[in-house]
T-cell receptor
Framework: SQQGEEDPQALSIQEGENATMNCSYK?????LQWYRQNSGRGLVHLIL?????REKHSGRLRVTLDTSKKSSSLLITASRAADTASYFC?????????????FGKGTHLIIQP | ETGVTQSPTHLIKTRGQQVTLRCSSQ?????VSWYQQALGQGPQFIFQ???????GRGNFPPRFSGLQFPNYSSELNVNALELDDSALYLC??????????????FGPGTRLLVL
């Protein structure tokens, strides 16, 4: 079963604008990760944030984590056409990593040139 | 490029048949996980192998089984295929230390169609 939900399910913006995606989850976590998937192929790891961290940056990406609300957000600044993809959040439970990653349903991002 | 490869890229099978999907993990990783991704959904965890033994399993029946080999390769076997098994199958390798899953490196996937 899916751990949580990404919001929105789909997002279309103009190139150069910022894109924000949200993720909610249900159980306590050790870490939360964001992945990108192009055209139904393999997933690419973007960023990992641990449960004791509140914000993390990587290039044009900014991730926040609020464990009290069980939510995370991914901000992509100055979007480019190449950012068009599906974005998934995935959690690792606090009980250990043998349960693999638990993914949401994803946000489909379209960047209009 | 993650260094994780999968074969074949596409596969068509008939209901009731058996299928074997293959994955070559990134060198040095001690863990391989398999996921099933239905169209329009997020990946769902099937199982995980750590040092050649299954140490975690999602909500999938026993007809889904696997193997991990010392040379970093692994297999996913599905018996008695059903129409609902049609999906993209992803393998991912990682290094687990301290018991918690960190970054996973995904292969490009095998798209299975069951007719």
């Amino acid at each position: 079963s899916q751990q949580g939900e990404e919001d929105p399910q789909a997002l279309s913006i103009q190139e150069g604008e910022n894109a924000t995606m949200n993720c909610s989850y249900k159980t306590s976590i050790n870490n939360l990760q964001w992945y990108r998937q192009n055209s139904g192929r393999g997933l690419v790891h973007l960023i990992l944030i641990r449960s004791n961290e509140r914000e993390k940056h990587s290039g044009r990406l900014r991730v926040t984590l609020d464990t009290s609300k069980k939510s995370s957000s991914l901000l992509i600044t100055a979007s480019r056409a190449a950012d068009t993809a599906s974005y998934f959040c995935a959690t690792v439970g606090s009980g250990g990593g043998a349960d693999g990653l638990t993914f949401g349903k994803g946000t489909h991002l379209i960047i209009q040139p | 490029e993650t260094g994780v490869t999968q074969s074949p890229t596409h596969l068509i099978k008939t209901r009731g048949q058996q299928v074997t999907l293959r994955c070559s993990s990134q060198s040095g990783h001690n863990t391989v996980s398999w996921y099933q991704q239905a169209l329009g959904q997020g990946p769902q965890f099937i199982f995980q192998y750590y040092r050649e033994e299954e140490n975690g399993r999602g909500n999938f029946p026993p007809r889904f089984s696997g193997l991990q080999f010392p040379n970093y390769s692994s297999e996913l076997n599905v018996n008695a295929l059903e129409l609902d098994d049609s999906a993209l199958y992803l393998c991912a390798s990682s290094w687990i230390a301290g018991g918690f899953q960190e970054t996973q490196y995904f292969g490009p996937g095998t798209r299975l169609l069951v007719l």
